[in-house]
């Protein structure tokens, strides 16, 4: 587990659109926070990254949200909704297993159907605001602590 630490949502994005180098086909990350913890403003900076020049929006209504503009595809998912129902019927190991980068937010809602490696980043808000934010990285399986290491080093 690493810790980058954010002043406000410019440097929120530069963490992701920097991560966002050392990303491939079938990379998940799934991200952790409350409401207004900066789920979205993230995404936006692993689209830049990915140089997707496309507007990046929250997918709380459509579910899922596919950029295709960018190195990778980008699938964006918000999964907050299928808290009673699970993501059965979504057909969601086809997104993490293409040859895009997956973004789940509220993947603890379906954790039946999420893969067995991931990169998770928990968004800690803080300060009197909460415009600055700790961002932390969780990686499960060796791929994603490689990615990380990687990251780490390179930064």
Not at 18 to 47: H, M, Q, R
Not at 137 to 143: D, I, M, S
Request: hydrophobic content about 35%.
């Amino acid at each position: 587990m690493r810790t980058k630490h954010a002043k406000n949502e410019a440097e929120t994005k530069e963490i992701a659109k920097s991560l966002a180098d050392f990303l491939k086909e079938g990379s998940v990350l799934l991200l952790e926070g409350n409401l207004g913890a900066g789920k979205t403003t993230f995404t936006k900076g692993i689209a830049e990254g990915l140089g997707i020049k496309e507007v990046i929006k929250s997918p709380t209504y459509t579910l899922i949200r596919e950029y295709q503009s960018g190195r990778l595809p980008l699938y964006h998912m918000d999964v907050y909704r299928l808290e009673e129902v699970g993501g059965d019927e979504l057909g969601l190991e086809e997104y993490f297993q293409g040859e895009g980068v997956s973004i789940v937010e509220w993947a603890t809602f379906i954790p039946e159907d999420l893969p067995k490696e991931f990169l998770k980043i928990k968004l800690v808000p803080m300060g009197e605001d909460f415009s600055e934010r700790n961002l932390v990285f969780e990686p499960v399986g060796a791929q994603y602590e490689q990615i990380v290491a990687n990251y780490f080093e390179d930064k």
